[in-house]
């Protein structure tokens, strides 16, 4: 036991309390940073020799961690680039270097070059590493491949032909096709040629036959053709796997047979092959009406403004009032996220404590998901750093007055001579 | 389920109150100062027709009674001049009867059947502004001709021809009243064709320009009736042969017995001539009678249409004072309301 | 917890009550807007282990797509069916005097006339009656087709109108449409937009009757009532000539939608609701029917006085002839020269016969009492006569009593007209009041509303203060 281990002691408690000091210092600076993690300061005491009679006085470590793990409150914005995870998980950014770092600071905004950079200069990656890259001025455009179109046709239009149960023509021959005029209802659809150009074409239905009951006169089905005109006016032929005809068999109550093909395949003038979707089509009532139409396509514009998922997916929303998936956000995970080593810039890097990352989309299991439009705030309490300053401060004291006391002490005893 | 009711809704519906009431109240005013119905068409539909059907009948039927009343006139004319011929010619006759017992007498009735020719010319002459009414369909001119511009030669010519001298020759005188094996005696002539036919066959030559054929009227849609009457009816003729017997052969120096014949043979065409126009007077006196009968029971259709077209085109006057008085109440009330509800307003509690 | 996410809450309880004040006062400024849909705050809250946030996601619209539909069919019925009324309301414009009447009358004249001078045919005043009675039934005969030849061309220029009017509402919405697709595709507050298309599709349904389809990402695509594409992702053309003239027997155009006849003779998809609904039907029905009628008349009338040549069975056109040439026949419908003092014709000849020649002439001893002729076009004019099965009333009737046949047939189709105009008409006002209750703005309640959130936003500022007492007691306690 020494006078001098107990100035030590002393020494490294008012250390201890200087540390704790500029961490509340830290904290309380940074209340108002985006995706800011306050330092907690914990303290453990080293024990020194001796025993028995005697007492070595020992010393005081501190050892500062960055609360990571704890979620920051979220602060709403207008901006739909503003990201903030609830729950695990960081974005992935990067830094002018290539340097990867991971933050939970989802401030981004979209720059010239169409990248997200968030209030820390650093870009956001997405899948696969790279960071999220938007087009803005080249247009985009896509020629029509697939739609879904569902009509009623009225169920008492004429048939050409009628058969009866047994499958015997009774009477009329069934037409081959209802073009050019014979056909009995039109109905127009705007698709998108391979230039994204608009082209309207024309769905034309023509009842062929019907199967009624000889005895009874209940209908029993009947038998529609589909074919496509262009604008012009001509049929639009077969090519390829586009048979230019297809022929819906209807059950007797109006609604398609199981048995009967529900796609038409017709090829758009100057672009792709379209599958339309009839299966929506039926045949009841006395008139004629569109249920559903929706033909995919779009014709060439920029992009007007991005939305993201909480999924993490990234739209571009289009002019042509289109919009297209643009990317994907992953995210990543850490076993130990408060063993991440802070950079400056609200950025962590990973070390051998925080373990490494696993990535994921956002909403995975064990992941966060994505709030658009939100940033995740700092998570320091005001009012705890404000208590935990004036501690440090009374400690502090507490220490400086033992060290003035065995200071004193030595005084005495350089005064025993 | 809460009703609940927008502000544009509740303000709306007072509006459109207030124009249907507006609308009612104007159609009640008309209706009442009108006391028709305010949309002719729109009330009564299908009906309008009938309307227009029973408006048009009526005013045929007065137009049809305007005419009827033109023809009754014309058929009165005929009438006091049929009157006034059979009258006449009847006294006359009585005249040539007292007269036959006076030797020498016959010169004065010649005078005298002078005179009643010219009246029995102008009876068959008479016209109503100018429509001849004995003229047949030629109503337009005058039908019988003077007796001294044609017929009275026309009579001395036939005896000329006939005794192969003329009326005033000396030879006249002698002619025997029957009994001549040549015939040349007045009983064969004045039964002779060639003088009957001047009053009969060739009547139209010497007399008339009258048509057989009379004016036809129609008195009611689809019944006609004589609307003329016709000199060449056949007692004109007789009365024209018994009053020019008289006057050309009655001024001659004859012997007591031819003298006696000739009046006896005037009588008895007078006889038969003033038969004949009591009858025609009488049937024109029927058609009259017929024309009042038709018009009579057109004034009694009338009077049905007229009701039949109240019924329709008029409103029930109690009915329609009513219904402005409510409407008048009813848009009072919708007044009221809409200033309670306008002052119903939640700033004024804020 | 902590007193920095009380601060927090508060915070967001504030921006939260803002977007609630922005929202309710919109409602309010829209109350009397009849094209506005109320919205209303989605608050929404999120949860955390460091407190609670609450903030409002959007402003949902309040639509009611079912009773929205409701409105557009019950209005474009309601547009067609008084539309249709009011034509025919147009050609009566006295109620006392309803169309055709004056025909009905003017043949009630001519026969009138026509007795009196048959009664008194020497009397020239009676004759001059006769063809005075005729030239005032020829005019009257000119003047109803006239009137309806313009009750036709206004129509025809009514659907005309509605036709630019529907091109220039699709190419408007197209733009709308599109906005509204990519802007609900970014998450946009797209319900002004939303409303201004409700607007143009109201506006729309009044002159065509319309389905509307709806689409992802809000859009719609739009077909006529009849089934035909108007609007799908672009907008179809809708074409329609003006005719030159509409006379009897003169068909009007096709309007055309993607190349289908909508509205006109024959057409394909016919619609049912709209403007154009309703001009069509009096321009290639009503008034089609009415045209015919005066047609029937003026031949009828020619046939009744057509004189026979003597000791023949020829027949030659009398009191009233066609001029020569084509189109209809009222147009061309006059009295004979021949006999209209006026033209220096000779009355006699009406009476005597021999309009066409003295090979006519019956009245060979020119009696001035002459009347047989007369009587019998009285007589003709009297009996019943068949009359083409198009004029849509009996077919076998005396031609006054055709005359009348077509006013009831007129009065009869007006009154159907305005009854169904106005069953449709209040139809469409309930349709559209229960929409409005539905959707629209009740001042009452987003007054209350706006209480409401005052009382809370005066909460949330309250306990910010709070929040900040304790602070500035903490830091006082700091020295």
């Known amino acids: ?417 | 389920m809460v009703y609940s009711v927008s502000t544009l809704t509740s303000t709306l519906r007072l509006t459109n109150y207030l124009i249907d009431n507006r609308a009612r109240l104007d159609n009640a005013v008309i209706e009442n100062a009108s006391k028709k119905h305010a949309d002719m068409g729109l009330t009564l539909g299908a009906q309008t027709g009938t309307t227009t059907s029973f408006r048009s009948e009526f005013s045929q039927y007065e137009s049809q009674l305007d005419t009827n009343k033109q023809l009754i006139t014309r058929l009165d004319v005929m009438n006091t001049a049929l009157d006034n011929v059979h009258t006449s010619s009847s006294d006359f006759r009585s005249d040539l009867v007292a007269l036959q017992s006076n030797s020498d007498s016959l010169k004065t009735a010649s005078n005298l059947a002078y005179t009643e020719l010219s009246k029995l010319t102008n009876a068959l002459n008479t016209n109503v502004s100018g429509v001849y009414v004995f003229g047949g369909i030629n109503t337009g001119t005058a039908p019988v001709t003077n007796f001294a511009d044609g017929p009275e030669a026309a009579i001395e010519t036939v005896f000329g021809t006939y005794f192969g001298h003329g009326i005033d020759d000396a030879a006249t005188g002698s002619i025997p009243v029957s009994g001549d094996p040549n015939g040349k005696d007045w009983e064969t002539f004045l039964q002779s064709a060639v003088f009957k036919d001047i009053f009969g066959a060739n009547w139209t030559t010497h007399w008339s320009s009258a048509t057989d054929e009379k004016m036809t009227s129609t008195i009611e849609s689809g019944v006609t009736t004589d609307g003329s009457g016709s000199a060449n009816e056949e007692a004109f003729g007789q009365l024209a042969e018994g009053l020019s017997i008289v006057a050309v052969f009655g001024k001659l120096d004859l012997s007591v017995e031819a003298e006696k014949f000739i009046t006896n043979q005037a009588v008895n065409s007078l006889n038969t001539g003033v038969d004949g126009t009591i009858s025609i007077e009488a049937q024109n006196g029927a058609i009259k009678t017929n024309v009042e009968r038709t018009n009579a029971s057109i004034l009694a259709k009338q009077n049905v249409l007229n009701i039949r077209i109240n019924d329709l085109e008029n409103i029930d006057e109690n009915r329609a004072a009513i219904e402005l008085s409510l409407a008048q109440t009813q848009l009072e009330a919708t007044y009221a309301i809409t200033a309670k509800i306008q002052g119903l307003n939640i700033m004024k509690y804020l | 917890m902590s007193l920095t996410s009380a601060m927090l809450t508060a915070q967001s309880s504030i921006a939260a009550r803002s977007a609630e004040m922005a929202i309710a006062s919109r409602n309010v400024a829209n109350a009397n807007n009849p094209n506005y849909t109320r919205v209303e705050a989605s608050v929404q809250n999120i949860v955390t282990d460091t407190g609670s946030v609450v903030y409002v996601s959007h402003a949902s619209r309040m639509v009611n797509q079912a009773a929205f539909k409701a409105t557009l069919k019950s209005g474009s019925a309601a547009i067609a069916s008084g539309s249709y009324a009011k034509m025919l309301d147009q050609l009566n414009p006295s109620g006392q005097v309803p169309f055709g009447t004056s025909t009905a009358s003017g043949i009630g004249s001519l026969n009138e006339s026509l007795i009196a001078y048959a009664n008194d045919p020497s009397n020239q005043v009676m004759g001059q009656s006769v063809i005075n009675a005729a030239n005032t039934l020829v005019d009257d005969l000119k003047q109803s087709a006239q009137t309806l030849i313009d009750a036709r061309m206004e129509a025809d220029a009514a659907m005309g109108r509605a036709v630019d009017n529907i091109n220039k509402i699709l190419s408007d919405l197209e733009g709308v449409n599109g906005k509204i697709v990519s802007g609900s595709a970014a998450g946009n507050d797209v319900n002004g937009l939303m409303d201004q298309r409700d607007e143009m599709l109201k506006v729309l349904s009044e002159e065509i009757g319309i389905e509307v389809l709806e689409q992802d990402n809000n859009g719609v695509a739009i077909y006529t009532d009849s089934g035909v594409t108007l609007f799908e992702k672009s907008a179809r053309e809708v074409s329609f000539d003006a005719s030159l003239s509409l006379g009897a027997g003169d068909a009007g155009k096709n309007v055309l939608v993607d190349g289908i006849a909508v509205a006109g003779p024959g057409a394909s998809a016919p619609v049912t609701g709209g403007a154009i609904a309703g001009y069509a039907r009096g321009r290639d029905e009503a008034l089609v029917t009415m045209q015919m009628q005066l047609e029937e008349t003026a031949k009828a009338l020619v046939e009744v006085f057509q004189e026979t040549e003597a000791g023949t069975t020829n027949t030659a056109d009398g009191l009233f002839t066609f001029d020569l040439g084509s189109g209809d026949l009222v147009s061309r419908l006059k009295v004979h020269d021949a006999v209209d003092p006026a033209k220096g014709g000779d009355i006699k000849l009406l009476r005597d016969g021999g309009i066409n020649g003295a090979a006519y002439k019956h009245n060979t001893t020119d009696s001035v009492g002459y009347s047989e002729l007369l009587r019998g076009y009285e007589t003709a004019l009297n009996s019943d006569r068949t009359f083409d099965p198009a004029a849509a009333v009996n077919t076998n009737s005396t031609l006054a009593d055709f005359a009348a046949n077509t006013v009831s047939w007129f009065s009869a189709e007006r009154k159907m007209a305005a009854e169904n105009s106005t069953l449709d008409a209040s139809a469409f006002s309930s349709n559209a009041q229960m929409l409005s209750n539905d959707t629209g703005v009740n001042i009452d309640t987003e007054m209350q509303r706006l209480l409401t959130i005052e009382t809370a936003y005066s909460a949330s500022a309250r306990l910010m203060t709070a929040v900040d007492k304790m602070f500035q007691e903490l830091l006082g306690a700091v020295r």
């Open chain 1, 1 to 417: 036991m020494g006078l001098y281990g107990i100035m030590n002691t002393s020494v490294s408690g008012m250390n201890a309390q200087s540390n704790k000091l500029s961490t509340v210092a830290d904290n309380i600076s940074n209340a108002n940073t985006v995706g800011y993690k306050r330092y907690k300061t914990s303290f453990s005491s080293l024990v020194g020799s001796g025993g028995g009679s005697g007492h070595e006085s020992g010393i005081v470590n501190t050892s500062v961690v960055q609360t990571v793990r704890q979620q920051g409150a979220f602060n709403f914005t207008s901006r739909g680039t503003d990201l903030a995870i609830n729950g695990n998980g960081f974005f992935q950014v990067e830094d002018s270097d290539g340097g990867q770092y991971y933050t939970r600071a989802g401030d981004f905004v979209l720059d010239k070059n169409g990248q997200m950079i968030n209030s820390g200069g650093y870009k956001l990656l997405s899948q696969g590493g790279s960071p999220v890259a938007v087009d803005l001025n080249t247009p985009v455009w896509q020629a029509s491949t697939q739609g879904e179109l569902g009509v009623n046709l009225a169920s008492n239009t004429v048939a050409p032909a009628i058969f009866d149960e047994t499958g015997l023509l009774v009477s009329g021959t069934a037409p081959t096709t209802g073009l050019p005029a014979g056909y009995d209802y039109k109905t127009s659809i705007s698709t998108f040629d391979q230039n994204g150009n608009a082209v309207k074409v024309d769905v034309v239905y023509t009842k062929v036959s019907e199967t009624k009951h000889s005895v009874t006169g209940d209908i029993l089905g009947s038998e529609w053709l589909v074919e496509a005109v262009d604008e012009s006016g001509t049929q639009i032929p077969a090519t390829g796997t586009a048979p230019g005809v297809v022929s819906l068999k209807f059950s007797g109550d109006g609604k398609l047979d199981p048995s009967s093909p529900t796609d038409f395949v017709f090829k758009v003038p100057n672009g792709e092959d379209v599958t339309l979707d009839l299966s929506k089509t039926v045949t009841a009532g006395e008139k004629f009406s569109v249920n559903k139409v929706d033909v995919d396509g779009y014709q060439p514009s920029t992009i007007q403004s991005i939305r993201v998922e909480s999924d993490g997916r990234v739209y571009g929303v289009y002019g042509s009032s289109a919009e297209k998936l643009l990317d994907q956000i992953q995210i990543v995970n850490f076993s130990n996220p408060d063993g991440l080593q802070a950079k400056s810039g609200n950025v962590y890097a990973a070390t051998d404590a925080s373990g490494d990352p696993a990535v994921g989309f956002p909403g995975d299991s064990g992941f966060g998901s994505l709030y658009s439009g939100a940033v995740e705030g700092s998570n320091v309490d005001l009012a705890a750093e404000l208590t935990e300053m004036v501690q440090a401060q009374r400690t502090y004291s507490a220490n400086t007055k033992v060290f003035n006391a065995s200071s004193e002490l030595l005084q005495e005893l350089n005064n025993l001579r």
